[in-house]
């Protein structure tokens, strides 16, 4: 017998079962019109959700107007580029 043979026996010494069909005939969470709704399904939603959502938040319409911080980061610069000796003018 190998140590992975003598690792999956049971209680009752029987070998290892596979799983079947049956094994993922989960019950349901909830019945909503006579529809049951399992936790597959409701994390399948969720996920939906969150995905719907994240391309949501990025694409929404951006200002056309630049704020305030763009100009105040392009200060200091401004100030180094037009500095005597500086190679960039």
């Not at 969150?50 to 391309?55: G, L, T």
Request: proline share 9%.
């Amino acid at each position: 017998m190998t140590i992975a043979g003598s690792l999956v026996r049971t209680a009752e010494g029987e070998g290892f079962v596979a799983p079947g069909p049956s094994s993922f005939d989960l019950p349901p969470v909830f019945s909503v019109g006579g529809v049951d709704v399992t936790k597959p399904m409701l994390l399948l939603v969720v996920a939906a959700v969150v995905v719907f959502w994240f391309f949501y938040a990025a694409s929404r319409q951006r200002s056309m107007v630049a704020t305030t911080s763009p100009a105040i980061n392009a200060r200091p610069a401004r100030w180094i580029l037009t500095q005597p000796g500086s190679r960039c003018h």
